[in-house]
Structures are given as C-alpha cells and as structure tokens.
C-alpha cells in the first residue's frame, strides 16, 4: 500500500512570501487532515476535510492560511503571506473509517 | 476542547530497564488513544493504540494503559533497547479516532547503551 505522499520536503521563503504544500492520501482514505508541527511540540490540527467538505477548521488562522480539497483526493495547503512563526513542518495524514491515522513525512519550512 | 498533558518531557534510561511516560487528557468523551513515535526528521509512526472500552493492550515489549475515571493513560516500554530512543507522543481522540488526535507535547526518551 503506498503511503501518503507530501511535496516538497523541504522550503524556504521570505516572510510575507506565498507557498502551498501538496498532498496525496492513501487510496479510499476519505479523511484528510492537515497538522502544524513546531519545533519541540506535538502537531496541532489545522484543517481535517472528509471527502472534499471541511470537518473542522477551527484552528486555521484563515487570514493567510487556505487549504482546499477540490475533487475528495488530493490536497493543498496556502499561507500567503507567511510569517516567521509559521515555520515548521507542515504534516498531511489520512484515515479511513477511524482506523488509525498515516502521516506523510511531512513538509519543512522555514521562513527566513 | 480537548487538552492532553504529557509527563516527563524527557526520560533517560539505561538499556534494559522499564520506561513509562504518562498523560492526562481533559475530555470525558475521548474514546481513542494513540502513542506515536517519531524519529528525528521522521513522520510519526503509530506504536499502539487502546480505545476506552479496553483498560490493557499490549504488543511484545509495549503496553499501554488506561484509567477512564481518572482520565489517565501511560506507555510502558520494556527492556528498552537503543533503538527505542526517539520522541514519544500521546494523543487522544473522540469518535473512535475519526476525528482530530490532540497530541501531548511529547517525550523526549534516550536509551543509554
């Protein structure tokens, strides 16, 4: 079973610069979710979409983060403009029926 | 919502003994509770899980515990090896895990040859 695959590894930008994280769930995993891992903490839910409708945004700063999920398979995720608190590693996973999360190896980025 | 305290935020062992880290999480209706294991550079990767309806699980070398009523649950490594070092986290979840894991802030664990 292929894993859940996220691009790029790596990024680094300009504060107030734009960038977008790619994401590809496991195969019929109808759950997608986003987290923000910092330095030093466990990740934190950004955005959790079933299917191509979203579940819970509460902690999307949606002044400069967006994330759409067009036709229920792959994702991506915006912050335009970016900031320096927002560098991080940006990890996607995916779940089907509740039976356990796979995460991807995530997205680093540091805003410089 | 949902709060998940982790403790120790660091654990040093010598190889071979018995570690244990610790969580309390906040919500009664939490129902799923994952350990995570992450590697530097690394993704997460599921270790063991337990749901409420169970208060033991356990998987050669890695169990896990839980006390609904005081909203506790605990990871037991034992015979710990070198490879065992990497940071540990807690997680909790309601719907059966079909919602979002609330993480602890995770476990520093490093196993001493």
């Known amino acids: 079973e292929a894993g859940v695959a996220q691009s790029p590894r790596y990024k680094i930008i300009e504060k107030r610069q734009s960038v977008a994280f790619w994401c590809n769930p496991i195969?019929?995993?109808?759950?997608l979710y986003w987290y923000q891992q910092i330095l030093g903490q466990g990740p934190k839910l950004l955005i959790q979409?079933?299917?191509?409708?979203?579940?819970?945004d509460s902690q999307l700063p949606k002044d400069r983060f967006s994330a759409e999920r067009l036709k229920g398979v792959d994702s991506t995720l915006k912050i335009q403009p970016a900031k320096l608190e927002d560098s991080a590693v940006y990890l996607c996973?995916?779940?089907?029926?509740?039976?356990?999360?796979?995460f991807g190896s995530g997205t680093r980025l540091t805003v410089v | 919502g949902e709060n998940v305290e982790q403790h120790p935020s660091t654990l040093s062992v010598q190889e071979g003994d018995s570690a244990v880290i610790k969580c309390t999480y906040s919500?009664?209706?939490?129902?799923?509770f994952p350990w995570y294991k992450q590697e530097l550079g690394k993704r997460p990767q599921l270790i063991i899980d337990?749901?409420?309806?169970?208060g033991e699980k356990k998987d050669q070398r890695i169990a896990v515990t839980l006390n609904k009523t005081a909203k506790h649950f605990s990871l037991h490594i034992t015979e710990t090896q070198p490879e065992d070092s990497a940071v540990y986290f807690c997680?909790?979840?309601?719907?059966?895990?079909?919602?979002?894991?609330?993480f602890g802030k995770g476990t520093k664990l490093t196993v001493n040859p």
């Open positions: 996973a995916s779940s089907f029926a509740g039976n356990g999360y796979t």
């Open positions: 919500d009664s209706a939490s129902n799923y």
């Open positions: 997680a909790a979840s309601t719907q059966g895990g079909s919602e979002k894991l609330v």
């Open positions: 195969s019929g995993h109808a759950t």
């Open positions: 979409f079933q299917n191509n409708g979203v579940v819970d």
């Open positions: 337990i749901r409420s309806n169970v």
